[in-house]
């Protein structure tokens, strides 16, 4: 796979790095499937994302996919339920992308714990931004259900899941893959937001898997997940 970086400047939330991977033998013109991943140098790294997506392209799983690694900058200030973030990366990352590479249909969107939420967070703001969502362990932190009062964002992030669960209609049609390690301190949380987006006609799949709020089960959680995430490809 072949690597550009990118900065995609002046956005709401300040300068965005990132770096585009693309399948060796294609060319910016030609139409991939995108999938943009919050956190996506840890995601490299760590869970060897790039690696487990080469596997499952050749073993005829998933399509060759171009995918986008994020770089979080300040993480918890863009990522804790910020708007500013949601806007950035829907109307200002996402345009500067398409527009240097083509994509098959609309892109995925992925990340763990607070990657997790700001990706609900962009398509709820953004509905229809995004064909799937793949979300790992999500901090969707709620009053009585999780001891995180003291986290600096709290309220902002409290505030949001509470305005996703007051929603009696579905706002996006995106497809929403969830999961959980059944070790883990965000299993109640999860658990109760994908009741609620499906009480509110959202099409959502929870899986809890052994594991914990880590890297390695976030890998571990890829097959077939993450795959059922990025075989739902609807048109634009």
């Avoid at 300068?15 to 910016?28: A, I, K, S």
């Avoid at 918890?76 to 590479?101: G, I, K």
């Amino acid at each position: 796979m072949t690597r550009a970086r990118m900065t995609v400047a002046g956005t709401p939330a300040g300068d965005v790095d990132l770096v585009v991977v693309t399948p060796v033998g294609t060319r910016r013109a030609e139409p991939l499937p995108l999938l943009l991943a919050h956190d996506g140098p840890e995601y490299s790294r760590r869970a060897h994302l790039l690696s487990v997506l080469r596997t499952a392209v050749t073993e005829r799983r998933v399509p060759s996919t171009r995918v986008v690694l994020l770089e979080p900058g300040p993480r918890n200030e863009r990522y804790a339920a910020n708007p500013d973030w949601a806007e950035a990366l829907t109307q200002h990352v996402l345009p500067r992308v398409q527009a240097a590479y083509a994509s098959d249909g609309k892109p995925a969107l992925m990340g763990a714990s607070l990657g997790a939420l700001a990706s609900l967070q962009a398509e709820w703001l953004h509905p229809g931004t995004f064909g799937s969502l793949f979300l790992q362990s999500g901090s969707f932190f709620r009053k009585r259900v999780d001891d995180e009062e003291d986290f600096e964002h709290w309220h902002r992030v409290t505030r949001f899941v509470t305005d996703v669960r007051r929603v009696r209609r579905r706002r996006t049609d995106a497809h929403v893959v969830m999961t959980c390690g059944t070790e883990e301190g965000n299993l109640a949380n999860n658990r109760q937001m994908a009741q609620a987006l499906t009480r509110s006609g959202h099409d959502v799949v929870l899986t809890e898997a052994p594991g914990g709020h880590d890297w390695r089960s976030w890998q571990a959680a890829f097959s077939p997940h993450l795959f059922d995430a990025l075989g739902h490809r609807p048109a634009r």
